[in-house]
């Protein structure tokens, strides 16, 4: 069964490394360390960040804001878009377990994810060694963490609608909403709520430490501002009940669950629902 889902998991990566989405991507990300590279970043000091400190926080900043909706969009087509081309009824044909095919697709889609922002960093990484500017290792491995955690979470989710959807097009649509949903939860819909007083500030904070995009954009502001100053007054509220370790731990292990959570459900669905 495990060399079913490896053998899954490298034909789901080669035809992902075929496809000009993948190109884009990749593309994508190693231009804005490029640029950033270019500007000048690692080497201006602005509130004590120099080096590869200043390139990471614009570039941790860039990846919450657009890696999700990314990993959605090319996430959702990939049970309910084999189902209308009619790859799932091949698949039934051959001797690969539904078990196998599934989780296959979860880790060879977290590979094509991953991979390309990892090795966005590792060249930021490499051209401030090359410069004799100093590397923040602890931040590095922490962001390369965070956004682990984010394509955990984001392919669980990509997954789960793909599931549950009846055509592509519905796919695409519940994770645009779902995107934009996570996205004004960030800040309006709490805002609003604390202006109309409704609910307790411990209550607030809660629900918008529920929120991924939430915790990935304060996990990553936490390590270069420890008393979340940017915050104002919750921040008061999540350092006295977590405390900043705390909330660097949760900031990664939260996603990782939601997103191994929310792809188990998707495969119970995927088990015992009509294939075809």
């Known amino acids: 069964m495990t060399k079913q889902?490896?053998?899954?998991?490298?034909?789901?990566?080669?035809?992902?490394?075929?496809?000009?989405w993948f190109f884009l991507y990749t593309l994508f990300f190693v231009?804005?360390?490029?640029?950033?590279?270019?500007?000048?970043?690692?080497?201006?000091?602005?509130?004590?960040?120099?080096?590869?400190?200043?390139?990471?926080?614009?570039?941790?900043?860039l990846s919450i804001a657009i890696l999700p909706i990314i990993i959605l969009m090319s996430t959702v087509r990939s049970v309910v878009g084999d189902r209308e081309s009619g790859v799932t009824e091949y698949l039934l044909a051959l001797p690969i377990s539904l078990h196998s095919w599934y989780w296959g697709k979860f880790t060879g889609r977290f590979i094509v994810i991953f991979l390309p922002t990892f090795i966005a960093l590792l060249i930021a990484v490499l051209w401030v060694i090359l410069r004799g500017l100093p590397v923040p290792w602890t931040v590095f491995f922490y962001y390369n963490a965070l956004l682990m955690a984010l394509a955990v979470c984001f392919l669980g989710f990509g997954l789960l609608i793909s599931v549950i959807a009846h055509s592509a097009d519905v796919a695409q649509g519940l994770a645009l909403g779902l995107w934009l949903f996570l996205i004004l939860f960030i800040?309006?819909?709490?805002?609003?709520?604390?202006?109309?007083q409704q609910f307790s500030p411990d209550l607030l904070t809660g629900l918008a430490l529920l929120n991924p995009l939430q915790l990935f954009r304060t996990?990553?502001?936490?390590?270069?501002?420890?008393?979340?100053?940017?915050?104002?007054?919750?921040?008061?509220?999540?350092?006295?009940?977590?405390?900043?370790?705390?909330y660097l731990?949760?900031?990664?292990?939260?996603?990782?669950?939601?997103?191994?959570?929310?792809?188990w459900l998707g495969y119970q669905r995927f088990y015992h629902k009509d294939l075809l």
Not at 5 to 11: C, E, F, P, S
Not at 187 to 196: A, F, Y
Not at 223 to 242: E, K, R, S, V
């Open 5 to 20: 889902l490896w053998l899954v998991a490298l034909l789901d990566l080669s035809e992902s490394l075929r496809a000009r």
């Open 187 to 196: 800040d309006l819909i709490i805002l609003g709520l604390m202006i109309r």
């Open 31 to 61: 231009t804005i360390v490029v640029l950033l590279l270019i500007f000048g970043l690692t080497e201006s000091r602005v509130l004590g960040f120099v080096g590869l400190s200043r390139l990471l926080i614009v570039y941790i900043q």
């Open 219 to 246: 996990g990553a502001m936490l390590l270069f501002d420890p008393q979340l100053i940017l915050l104002g007054p919750t921040a008061y509220i999540i350092l006295d009940h977590i405390g900043r370790t705390g």
């Open 249 to 263: 731990i949760w900031a990664i292990l939260y996603p990782l669950s939601m997103g191994i959570m929310t792809a």
